[in-house]
């Protein structure tokens, strides 16, 4: 069974810092592009940061600069590094991990449940 478990959110005061962890299972793991996406309420969800199997990272304009994405494939986790966080980064944040057919049999895409990361005075 594929199982995407996030951790890490929290309060965090602005200009804080914050590392969210994804650790992933029943997945070939190394194959997989992984990424982050948030939801604020009212919101609909969005593309954060993500990294290819081959280590190419991708980010939203509204983080570049202040979140890192990361894998460690020995481990089957991706992680956000979040550093000078904002009010307006506050939200739901959801692990993703994606594979396409070039890679795979067929494109698949899993979800994690998703943390909280609130980041307020």
């Known amino acids: 069974q594929v199982q995407l478990v996030e951790s890490g959110g929290g309060l965090v005061q602005p200009g804080g810092s914050l590392r969210l962890s994804c650790a992933a299972s029943?997945?070939?793991?190394?194959?997989?592009?992984m990424g982050w996406y948030r939801q604020a309420p009212g919101k609909e969800r969005e593309l954060v940061a993500t990294?290819?199997?081959?280590?190419?990272?991708n980010y939203a304009d509204s983080v570049k600069g202040r979140f890192t994405v990361s894998r460690d494939n020995a481990k089957n986790t991706v992680y956000l590094q979040m550093d000078s966080l904002k009010p307006e980064d506050t939200a739901v944040y959801f692990c993703n991990a994606h594979v396409s057919a070039t890679l795979s049999r067929v494109t698949r895409n899993y979800w994690g449940q998703g943390t909280q990361v609130t980041v307020s005075s």
């Open positions: 029943g997945i070939m793991f190394s194959i997989y592009t």
């Open positions: 990294i290819t199997s081959g280590d190419s990272t």
